[in-house]
């Protein structure tokens, strides 16, 4: 075998080379200075004497080196569906506060409608709960509850409601009706650990950042770095000026920067996407839109155990 070019702290490819004039047209082809191959050792051998046992290795960068993760500079990440979700159904607290005044359960599926439609009409009249109008967030849920309690055909008098309505208000500013998927807490941190910033934009109240979060254990300056909460912000989503406060907020880095993961393509993607930032979807509940979702064309993943993966995989 003829002598090798040995260049140390290099990886070895062997090549198969007739005469050195071969031998210098491969080693010209190779370029240390392009940012998609690794520098090299090229040994070479007489294709009449090859080693015993060649290796071959390509010039091209690692997957881990072509990474997403090394293009990015921060993550934000929608809250509920995605780190974190609801404990039981709407109905149960409402009962339970019923029955703390000595009243039988409210029907669940009335509730359940009546809620819906009372929260869709306050969204609507005072968004970001009620921020514009500078309504206080206790006076936007009491209203909106009682809508529901009356759509459901609950007309409590006003003493009684008001005992209902505590228990509800207060039950839903604690920890109690969330819980945390488990690996929430492990990507956050490895996110970290990976020297980006991590944000939280969410359409929610000032009590996921002062006091459900942190109920939870996540922790801004531990789990997260900043965070958007639309009853703070007075901006929701889809609003894509959410994602360009985002952007801000994380060091007016570009949007190509920046990943956003989400469970809603009309919330989550598409504004993250026309605001120039990556974007992912989590499936966690397997809704039947998924389908579409990936047909589409956005990236769709069960949990942050796969994102982790796909983020530092070859993109």
Not at 76 to 86: E, F, M, N, Q, R
């Amino acid at each position: 075998m003829g002598k090798g070019l040995q260049v140390e702290g290099f990886t070895r490819v062997w090549v198969p080379i007739k005469c050195a004039a071969q031998a210098n047209i491969i080693y010209s082809n190779v370029d240390f200075a392009d940012a998609n191959q690794i520098p090299i050792t090229l040994s070479f051998w007489s294709a009449c004497d090859p080693p015993q046992e060649p290796k071959l290795k390509t010039a091209v960068k690692s997957s881990s080196e072509m990474a997403l993760l090394s293009k990015l500079r921060c993550i934000t990440l929608d809250v509920t569906g995605t780190l974190i979700a609801y404990k039981g159904e709407l109905g149960d607290y409402y009962c339970m506060a019923a029955k703390s005044v000595g009243l039988p359960c409210p029907d669940y599926k009335r509730v359940h409608d009546g809620f819906k439609l009372a929260y869709s009409n306050m969204a609507k009249k005072y968004p970001c709960f009620g921020h514009a109008a500078k309504m206080p967030n206790i006076v936007w849920w009491k209203t909106c509850v009682r809508d529901s309690f009356v759509r459901a055909g609950y007309d409590y008098d006003e003493e009684t409601f008001e005992k209902i309505f505590r228990r509800i208000y207060s039950s839903f500013g604690s920890a109690a009706p969330y819980t945390v998927f488990p690996d929430s807490q492990p990507f956050l941190r490895w996110v970290h650990e990976n020297g980006l910033k991590v944000g939280l934009v969410s359409n929610a109240e000032y009590r996921y950042k002062d006091v459900i979060l942190p109920a939870l254990g996540l922790n801004e300056g531990l789990e997260w770095d900043f965070g958007l909460f639309s009853g703070l912000e007075g901006v929701e989503k889809p609003d894509p000026r959410f994602y360009e406060i985002a952007l801000e907020r994380a060091g007016n880095i570009a949007p190509e920067e920046a990943l956003h993961i989400g469970d809603s393509m009309r919330k989550d993607y598409l504004p993250a996407k026309s605001s120039g930032m990556h974007a992912l979807l989590l499936d966690r509940f397997k809704t039947p839109d998924a389908d579409n979702w990936r047909k589409s064309g956005a990236p769709v993943l069960p949990d942050l155990v796969a994102a982790q993966a796909w983020l530092a995989s070859e993109i």
